[in-house]
Nanobody
Framework: QVQLVESGGGLVQAGGSLRLSCVAS????????MGWFRQAPGKERESVAA????????FYADSVRGRFTISRDNAKNTVYLQMNSLKLEDTAVYYC???????????????????WGQGTQVTVSL
């Protein structure tokens, strides 16, 4: 049974930083794409960042490029999202996800994935 367990969310002031973690278990993820999505109240879910488990290119949404960094630790089966210079509009529930297709995970309209975590709340305040 695949499990993606996120942690690291919380309340932070604008301009601050948070690091989200996602521990993956239940299968071998080599060949998979790991990513982060977010959904703010009243808004569509959007893809934020993604990378291949085995390395290679990374993807970032325009709204977070230069502020967020996705990375992985294969030995710990963990994917991270380092979020710096946080803005009010970054407030959302952040979900870890995994899929075989980076195109599916990062497309502009209705991006999706096969596996999902339960989500972690990130709230950015003034």
């Amino acid at each position: 049974q695949v499990q993606l367990v996120e942690s690291g969310g919380g309340l932070v002031q604008a301009g601050g930083s948070l690091r989200l973690s996602c521990v993956a278990s239940g299968r071998t993820f080599s060949g998979y794409v790991m990513g982060w999505f977010r959904q703010a109240p009243g808004k569509e879910r959007e893809s934020v960042a993604a990378l291949h488990w085995s390395g290679g290119n990374t993807f970032y949404a325009d709204s977070v490029r230069g502020r967020f960094t996705i990375s992985r630790d294969n030995a710990k089966n963990t994917v991270y999202l380092q979020m710096n210079s946080l803005k009010l509009e970054d407030t959302a529930v952040y979900y870890c996800a995994a899929d075989i297709s980076i195109a599916r995970m990062t497309r502009a309209f209705r991006a999706n994935a096969d596996y999902w975590g339960q989500g972690t709340q990130v709230t950015v305040s003034l």
